[in-house]
Nanobody
């Protein structure tokens, strides 16, 4: 079993910053991908940023230059630094990880989601 716990959401004024964290725990051999999504009220969930174990970070056009995704492999944690926040960034932010988890003498691939954290950008 693998669990993700998110933190860092809250209320911030336009132009402000927040840093989200998502920590994985459980039976983890490796983490192949770490992804942040968001879902605004009345809209579909969209990919915000992702980082693959052997690749460069990728971002949605709407957040390029403002958001930065990073990972700490020693802590099995992914971060999303959000700067110059806009009201349209208001959403519930979810992290997802693709994890190689121990399963007996082997491993299985799991796609695990966090519980979501609300980010509200408003004056």
């Amino acid at each position: 079993q693998v669990q993700l716990v998110e933190s860092g959401g809250g209320l911030v004024q336009p132009g402000g910053s927040l840093r989200l964290s998502c920590a994985a725990s459980g039976s983890i051999r490796s983490i192949n991908a770490m992804v942040w999504y968001r879902q605004a009220p009345g809209k579909e969930r969209e990919l915000v940023a992702k980082i693959i174990s052997d690749g460069s970070p990728e971002y949605a056009d709407s957040v390029k230059g403002r958001f930065t995704i990073s990972r700490d492999n020693t802590k099995n944690t992914v971060y999303l630094q959000m700067n110059s926040l806009k009201p349209e960034d208001t959403a519930v932010y979810y992290c997802k990880m693709v994890v190689q988890s121990y399963w007996g003498y082997s491993t299985i691939t799991l796609e695990v989601w966090g519980q979501g954290t609300l980010v509200t950008v408003s004056s």
